[in-house]
């Protein structure tokens, strides 16, 4: 069944560009809308080829450059309003507009802030990253999220669970259920894309007499999140943030994609990075002798105790 992946970039800092370039060595032949809001985009030189050609624009004024090649769209919108919401809205439209919205099945909808995807090596053999979100969509569970929160009663948005909208997909239903909801709607106020957007996500699908569901081993994929018995889940805290994930920072095989702008799993989302650019370049193996590391490892000392003391 096909697939599209609706990608929000909007150039903040380096690391959404490095971000950014990551994710496109990932490319694979499945549909990708990649949405640029404002008039900044360093990754943007991948796609100055004659591979892309001008594509038809939606009347609604939102875009205002397409190119197209045979799976990448890049769309261009000069502001930032509504935020990822506003981007994947242009997705939408554009598809709608070209006759191609209702040729999909499932959507997948990434935001720039992420580094990923992650899947160990066993995965890859078998399955596209894709897989790890659509593999749990069914006939009761219409929205699959690297992240879910249970927002306190204290907070504006809650009480209950909440999906992190920075990687979420659906199925042509759920996205039905969303449309109908306004959650794509382009809203000015980041308030209001929070509460009338990201955590009305979840409320829609609610809602509708549907389910939810999380990549996080924590909670395993068969809750019925709409039961108030799990609502203090991680104590009704954001578990994308560093160490606020029962202790502990998400791992990028276990969300494929983690908060890199908030620093998540830093040293080793960016040693896992490290590895993929060496083994692209067929370098994974390279190395030198390290004879005081390999006389500790014999001795049976910790190495990571070592490395702390030497950082102090």
Not at 40 to 64: A, D, K, M
Not at 233 to 244: F, I, L, M
Not at 255 to 275: A, I, N
């Amino acid at each position: 069944r096909a697939v599209v992946v609706s990608y929000s970039y909007f150039e903040k800092d380096e690391t959404q560009q490095s971000n950014f370039e990551f994710f496109w060595k990932k490319n694979f032949p499945i549909l990708y809308v990649f949405v640029i809001s404002g008039t900044e985009c360093s990754p943007c030189r991948h796609f100055q080829s004659t591979e892309f050609q001008p594509c038809r624009l939606p009347e609604n004024g939102q875009i205002y450059d397409c190119q197209s090649s045979q799976n990448v769209t890049i769309l261009r919108r000069r502001k930032n309003r509504g935020m990822d919401f506003g981007n994947h809205n242009a997705t939408l439209s554009w598809l709608k507009h070209t006759g191609r919205l209702s040729k999909f099945f499932y959507f997948i909808f990434l935001n720039s802030s992420v580094r990923g995807p992650f899947v160990p090596s066993y995965f890859t053999t078998t399955s596209h990253w894709t897989q790890a979100f659509l593999s749990l969509i069914d006939l009761r569970v219409k929205l699959v999220a690297s992240s879910l929160v249970c927002l306190p009663a204290i907070d504006e948005g809650g009480p209950g669970p909440r999906i992190e909208s920075f990687a979420f997909a659906t199925d042509i239903y759920g996205l039905a259920i969303l449309m109908a909801a306004e959650i794509f709607a382009v809203r000015g106020m980041k308030s209001d894309i929070i509460l009338g957007s990201e955590y009305a996500l979840t409320s829609s699908v609610f809602s509708a007499g549907f389910q939810v569901a999380t990549l996080l081993y924590k909670y395993g994929t068969l809750l019925d999140w709409r039961n108030e018995s799990h609502w203090s889940c991680n104590d009704n805290v954001h578990p994308s943030r560093p160490c606020s994930y029962d202790g502990m920072s998400m791992h990028p095989f276990e969300t494929v994609f983690v908060k890199l702008s908030w620093g998540v799993s830093k040293r080793t989302v960016l040693k896992y990075s490290e590895w993929d650019e060496k083994k692209a370049l067929g370098q994974m193996t390279a190395g030198l002798f390290d004879h005081d590391r390999y006389a500790s490892v014999v001795q049976g000392k910790d190495l990571c105790k070592l490395a702390k003391r030497r950082n102090l």
